[in-house]
């Protein structure tokens, strides 16, 4: 195992699937299993449930009268419009409008929130914004996040918490597992119906083992971290510094992408000002050096992380992402592409150094549940 200075009490189990606990966000983190399948547990997700512990995600708690201050200076979005219960997914930048990490922001009272996000500098732009401000940030490595994906996750859960059903897409609620204090939310990273149940981490490994026990029958099976990177491609859902010029660094230039070029322009709230690269947001808009854009490749052969693409005999862009769904027969690729690639039917070349040449052709995204039915179905 990477060193590590978080760890998952659930790391146990973990290794007892096989795995190796590799580092993530500074957290032992089971990006793979030696038993299983990462394919069906893709399968599981699309089509009954899985069970993944993605602990490793950085949860800050913001709380005191200027809290929702600090969330809007750090963040894209208008927080003052999030009641308690709800939540929503925004966008950090730094003062070039570069993007810096993105993160779900939930409201938990009038002046508590909690923002929740990955490995990229969204702790470091909170603890900035509250400089000299009355407010506490605490980072919370005991609270625990257990997801539950996929359709038959609702019909699991129902069985144990009362209302679940009605939860909306991005609400939360405070309630009871197995008489086990939790807040469930109805949010995740997979394009399905499902639900992040966050606990602490001394109650982790009793909800870990009761779901799986009692959700075998209904095809519930742990899940390890990259099956996430199956569902995601098909979802367009990007994974910082994966999808980033952090992992493809320019020529010219350092690191540090635009929402525009990233489609994550959607995060900002529409007429925001006064958060963190604001003006520099608005004053790169339609400067784009490349645009994150899918690709539908010919075959089953799956391209590696880092396949160039080319256009003709010229390399215009790089493929961050690929899988193939046997589930939903197509193969496809996240790729980071020129500007006037960003359309349906350009035809380019993927160069994989294990299948040679593939063809492809551009094509908008998500592939999957376009019209996002799915994750946000209702009853």
């Not at 990462?38 to 709380?63: C, F, N, Q, W």
């Not at 809290?67 to 208008?78: G, K």
């Not at 008489?179 to 602490?200: A, H, K, Q």
């Not at 070349?349 to 994750?375: L, N, Q, W």
Request: proline share 4%.
């Amino acid at each position: 195992m990477t060193a590590s200075w978080r760890f998952s009490a659930l790391g146990d189990r973990h290794r007892a699937l096989g795995s190796d606990l590799e580092d993530w966000s500074g957290m032992g983190t089971a990006w793979s299993y030696a038993k299983g399948d990462p394919l069906e547990e893709y399968l599981a997700i699309r089509t009954k449930a899985g069970l993944m512990d993605v602990s490793g995600l950085k949860k800050v708690h913001i709380t005191g009268a200027a809290a929702s201050h600090v969330i809007d200076r750090a963040t894209t979005r208008n927080v003052e419009k999030i009641m308690p219960g709800r939540s929503v997914y925004a966008a950090m930048l730094n003062d070039a409008g570069k993007f810096v990490d993105d993160c779900v922001i939930y409201r938990t009272g009038p002046n508590a929130w909690m923002v929740v996000h990955g490995s990229g500098g969204a702790h470091e732009q909170l603890t900035m914004a509250a400089t000299g401000r009355d407010v506490s940030i605490r980072f919370d490595d005991n609270l625990h996040d257990l997801s539950l994906q996929g359709p038959l996750a609702v019909d699991y859960l129902q069985q144990h918490v009362e209302g679940i059903r009605n939860l909306n897409y991005f609400s939360h609620m405070q309630t009871s597992l197995f008489g086990l204090p939790v807040m469930i939310s109805r949010t995740g990273y997979t394009g399905e119906r499902g639900y992040e149940i966050f606990c602490r981490g001394q109650d982790a490994p009793a909800i870990w083992d009761r779901i799986l026990e009692e959700g075998a029958s209904m095809g519930i099976i742990p899940c390890r971290f990259t099956t996430l990177d199956l569902l995601r491609t098909e979802s367009y859902l990007l994974f910082f510094p994966y999808d980033n010029s952090e992992m493809y660094p320019f020529d010219d230039e350092g690191p540090g992408d635009t929402l525009w070029e990233l489609g994550l322009d959607f995060t900002v709230s529409p007429g925001k000002t006064g958060f963190r690269g604001a003006e520099e947001h608005y004053r790169l808009k339609g400067r784009e050096r490349f645009k994150i854009w899918g690709l539908v490749l010919e075959g089953t052969n799956v391209p590696g992380n880092g396949a160039p693409v080319y256009r003709g005999d010229q390399q215009v862009g790089v493929v961050t992402q690929a899988m193939y769904s046997p589930l939903n027969k197509h193969n496809i690729a996240i790729a980071r592409l020129p500007v006037d690639c960003a359309n349906d039917g350009t035809r380019l070349t993927v160069r994989c150094g294990t299948h040679g040449d593939i063809a492809a052709t551009t094509h908008s995204m998500p592939f999957y549940d376009v019209e996002k039915k799915r994750r946000t179905a209702k009853g």
